[in-house]
């Protein structure tokens, strides 16, 4: 069909398919939106990021969200948030974790020691009650920091607190995830719905998520600290250089 329209119109096959090439240059320049062009441009980046791709856009790399990477050191961080803290608030440095999305700050807290006359669960109950107290108390404090920081990290701040073995996240991102599931997969989330533990199933994938994370916290623990040491390996392999060839050593023959 194509050859056809070229050979009614003159042109050569190559030439043909540069003119269309134009043409929808043309009207995409020209008549689409510009805002729908940016839309469209971020879906291409998110598409190619989740697939653990880079996404190079007529010649610039583009990176998730236009943010440029940048090379952030934790331990600065942490030292900066301690400095301005207000008093009796940490017990010791916060934790940091950068994602590409968003960077999740977790703060321990200090805590009164525990009354042994208190059950685990009443213990629990007054841990998650200091940390919606000093959430509340800090929220001025952790606004002001985290608009400090995003504007060094280039991405959003979530924070969190820990008291004892209690542990609340709040003000962290909900990104949809697309996934493909076969007929037992999603037999399972019907299952879950139809028993009242979910509405939808886009909640009852979200519960078996948390429900195997609590069922596998060691394992999980211990993965990502393998993952870590990985990670440390390769840094230390990246900073390391030889000076120079390495030396070959030739033993001598041996005499019969």
């Known amino acids: 069909m194509l050859a056809m329209v070229a050979a009614i119109t003159g042109l050569t096959q ?21 805002g729908a062009r940016k839309n469209r441009t971020l879906m ?5 990021a989740a697939a653990g791709r880079r996404y190079f856009n007529r010649g610039h790399r583009v990176t998730p969200n236009n943010q440029k990477e940048q090379r952030v050191k934790i331990n600065e961080i ?28 977790v703060l321990p807290l200090v805590i009164s020691e525990p009354d042994a006359a208190l059950a685990d669960q009443e213990q629990r109950a007054a841990e998650r009650a200091l940390i919606a107290r000093r959430r509340e108390e800090t929220r001025p404090w952790r606004m002001k920091q985290a608009r400090e920081l995003q504007s060094k990290l280039g991405r959003p701040v979530a924070w969190g607190m820990r008291a004892g073995a209690s542990e609340g996240l709040f003000s962290t991102r909900s990104v949809p995830v697309m996934t493909r599931l076969g007929r037992t997969e999603r037999d399972v989330l019907d299952t879950l719905v139809a028993a009242g533990v979910a509405d939808t199933r886009s909640a009852a994938l979200a519960y078996a998520v948390r429900a195997f ?23 230390r392999l990246k900073l390391t250089r030889r000076a120079g060839a390495p030396s070959v050593v030739v033993e001598p023959e041996a005499e019969e």
């Open 14 to 34: 190559s030439a043909f398919f540069a003119f269309g090439r134009a043409l929808l240059d043309f009207y995409w320049c020209t008549v689409v939106p510009c």
């Open 44 to 48: 291409i980046e998110e598409y190619h």
């Open 78 to 105: 942490q030292s900066w948030l301690q400095e301005r803290a207000p008093a009796n608030l940490l017990a010791g440095p916060p934790e940091i974790a950068i994602y590409d999305d968003e960077a999740v700050i």
């Open 213 to 235: 994370a609590a069922e596998h916290t060691d394992w999980l623990d211990e993965v990502r600290e393998a993952i870590a040491q990985v990670d440390q390996v390769r840094a």
